[in-house]
């Protein structure tokens, strides 16, 4: 019998060593308690090591599960508790700790039923609670995550038909409630009508479907407030009786109306609310290609003396006088018809199905809405007046380029009879019944852009008194070779850009180019280029994200870049002007103005843009050895820019007189004939690359 016992007792210790548990054995009545090897070893102790004493356990204990540990002994002793159980940790012989489930209960009581001895075994814990500490830290990252992006989670067991939304679902559908669960068919009296059918389709995903299914869709809150949201569902195999369906909500409502936002700006004008050139030339040629729309009307409206109400009551008087005009046009115009803001002070209209008659009365109201234009209550009685062309489009093959032309003839025949008054086209409107050279001249010059026959040009900017190579500065000029080989001079190209809403996109072309070609002579210090800006290019609310892409891939630096901008560019768009020049100058890009001195508003320019050089209008420095006034006006001219620290160049310097009396009136750069005729850019910059060299080896 005692060798069974001998056998018995190495059998359950080589199954606790097996096992990994420590056991433990309290004798009450004495206070002796027994600790395993096993216990000993799970410490890093050897048999023997560690004395048998009731409170060995509790001095190994950490010092913040003690108290812990002792309730629950105490408790399941005082029998509130069946047995022990309880987590805690032990101080290891190296002196990290180990987690141990510790389970035990009492196994012997005296006659009365008092507790006598009490045994229990103690099982190493440590990785289940490392792997619990990073769970735990997932899923706080997962919480952060899902709070940072607004998202709420939801499940439906399909087996219990039970519903389940988190605090974040509940607020996005502006549910209160304290508890998670929901009814099965609560979600379903929150979907828009419109939206319900295919909602609740995208909302069931078969049994045996591994993907997720994605859903926008809309829901109407109980206070009736219409929200946009994102849902992506998953089948959940094995969970529950019949599997789960698994789900995030998102709120998108800022999303969508900010995309409504883009959508909006990207077809309309930012000033008046119209159609902007592009959204309305897509709009006619679709109207134009539907045979039930015709005939239709097409409309060309111009301001007449729009610059001089700029000029006498200020750019806020005018940027009023355009949303009262664009709101009295939609006024006039039956449903059908469309007006857009083209750039400026130039609108269009299009109306289906419109006949003479309806045109004509058109016509009218949209002079009357014209000349009524609200300027402000500080305005005195300047006027606002209207010329206005009308086209028709009978034929579906007619191009959209055609019928604007036509009607932007027609308003020149009624500017040309006075103003404030409406022209219809026809043959005779135009002289020598060139009815759509504008408009051929167009095509040739999108055409030129893409085959090479749009050329680049330069015209050198001269420190008076110094050698050019001192500065390098060229001002960059297009010019336009026909497929005959005769160049078209800018005079003429150049106002049918305007005219068709070319100018932004020939700037762009020019830009581009000339930075992907010379690029690395600027990088050089070779030559620094200036570009000319139209005021459709100023309006772009793009430009400087071309403008920043042209630079980055070219590597030219952009203190070796300049932009000139003219009053009149400036005047069609005071506040897109006026924020090009301070992102140019955020930028280190130079801004010179143009045409100084020929409107009336050039001053007030001066003052508002903080640019770095001016560029007197020719017209004061052509005569200026024989005209007193001339002088006078471009020494003043010159004082007050020295006196701001802008730099000054007279345009249109064409002889050696000219050029001392600048030179005498403290006027630091020119640019004319007498010191550089236009040559192409690709010469200049050779010229130039040249001479930089030549300076590096000697």
């Known amino acids: 019998m005692a060798d069974d016992k001998i056998l018995k007792g190495e059998f359950w210790a080589l199954a606790l060593d097996r096992a990994h548990l420590g056991l433990w054995d309290w004798n009450l009545s004495t206070g002796d308690c027994y600790y395993s090897p096993t216990w000993a070893k799970m410490l890093g102790y050897a048999e023997g090591e560690l004395a048998n004493t009731s409170d060995l356990w509790l001095k190994l204990t950490h010092p913040d599960d003690r108290e812990r540990a002792q309730q629950s002994g105490d408790r399941h002793i005082a029998g ?127 049994p045996d479907s591994q993907g997720v299914t994605a859903s926008q869709y809309r829901i109407i809150r109980r206070d009736g407030e219409i929200r946009h949201v994102e849902s992506l569902v998953r ?116 109306v289906p199905n419109c006949d003479d008659a309806c045109a004509e009365t058109l016509a009218r109201a949209v002079l009357v809405a014209v000349r009524n234009a609200d300027f402000g209550s500080g305005v005195g009685s300047r006027r606002l007046a209207a010329s206005v062309g009308i086209a028709f489009v009978h034929d579906s093959t007619m191009t959209v380029a055609d019928a604007l032309a036509c009607a932007d003839d027609a308003c020149y025949a009624a500017k040309a009879g006075g103003r404030d008054r409406f022209a219809v086209f026809s043959a005779e409107t135009v002289s020598g019944g060139g009815v759509l050279n504008a408009a051929r001249l167009a095509a040739k010059l999108v055409d030129a852009m893409e085959d090479g026959r749009l050329k680049l040009y330069g015209q050198e900017i001269h420190r008076l008194g110094w050698p050019w190579e001192d500065s390098r500065h060229v001002e960059v000029l297009a010019r336009l070779e026909g497929r005959s080989g005769r160049m078209i001079p800018p005079g003429q190209f150049m106002p049918v850009a305007e005219r068709f809403g070319l100018a932004s996109r020939l700037d762009r072309w020019i830009v581009s180019t000339a930075l992907a070609r010379h690029g690395e002579a600027m990088r050089s210090g070779a030559i620094s280029l200036d570009f000319n800006l139209s005021a459709q290019t100023l309006s772009d609310p793009q430009l400087w994200d071309f403008v920043d892409a042209a630079i980055a891939e070219s590597g030219a630096p952009p203190s070796a870049i300049g932009f000139e901008i003219t009053e009149t560019a400036a005047v069609t ?20 103005l143009d045409d100084f001195g020929a409107g009336m508003s050039s001053f007030e320019y001066l003052r508002r843009f903080p640019i770095d050089a001016i560029k007197i209008d020719g017209s004061f420095v052509e005569h200026i050895t024989t005209s007193h006034f001339d002088r ?26 000219a050029l001392d009396i600048l030179q005498g009136m403290g006027v630091a750069y020119g640019q004319g004939y007498f010191l550089h005729r236009p040559e192409p850019l690709e010469a200049i910059v050779a010229r130039a690359t040249g001479t930089v060299a030549h300076k590096r080896v000697g």
Not at 573 to 592: K, T
């Open 80 to 206: 509130l508790t069946s047995s022990i159980e309880t987590e805690l940790r032990l101080k290891h012989k190296d002196g990290h700790w180990v987690w141990v489930l510790d389970r035990g209960g009492i196994v012997e009581r005296d006659a009365e039923g008092r507790p006598l001895r009490l045994m229990g075994v103690q099982t190493d814990i440590t990785r289940q609670k490392e792997a619990e500490a990073e769970l735990a830290q997932v899923n706080i990252r997962i919480r952060l995550a899902l709070a940072a992006s607004g998202t709420g989670i939801w499940h439906f067991d399909i087996g219990t038909q039970k519903s389940y939304w988190d605090a974040r679902t509940r607020e996005i559908f502006g549910l209160v409630s304290d508890t998670d669960e929901v009814t099965a068919g609560l979600w379903h009296t929150y979907l828009h009508p419109d939206d319900k059918e295919a909602t609740e389709r995208a909302h069931l995903p078969p």
């Open 235 to 350: 089948f959940i195999a094995g969970v529950g009786s019949a599997g789960q369906i698994l789900g995030t909500v998102r709120d998108i409502t800022q999303e969508k109306k900010h995309a409504a936002e883009l959508a909006f700006a990207a077809h309309h004008d930012a000033l008046t609310g119209l159609l902007n050139r592009a959204a309305f030339d897509q709009l006619l040629a679709e109207h134009i290609g539907n045979a039930g729309r015709l005939p239709l009307a097409v409309f060309y409206v111009d301001l007449d003396y729009f610059k001089a109400l700029n000029d006498y009551a200020g750019h806020a008087a005018g940027d009023l006088a355009l949303k009262s005009v664009a709101a009295g046009i939609l006024a006039c115009l039956p449903a059908s018809a469309h007006a857009a803001r083209l750039g400026g002070d130039e609108f269009a209209v299009l």
């Open 573 to 592: 768009n005071f506040d897109a002007a006026e924020q090009f020049v301070r992102l140019a100058r955020e930028r280190h890009c130079r801004v010179s």
């Open 632 to 657: 006078e006006i471009v020494a003043a001219i010159a004082r007050i820019a020295r006196s701001v620290g802008a730099a000054v160049v007279a345009e249109k310097v064409e002889e050696k007189s």
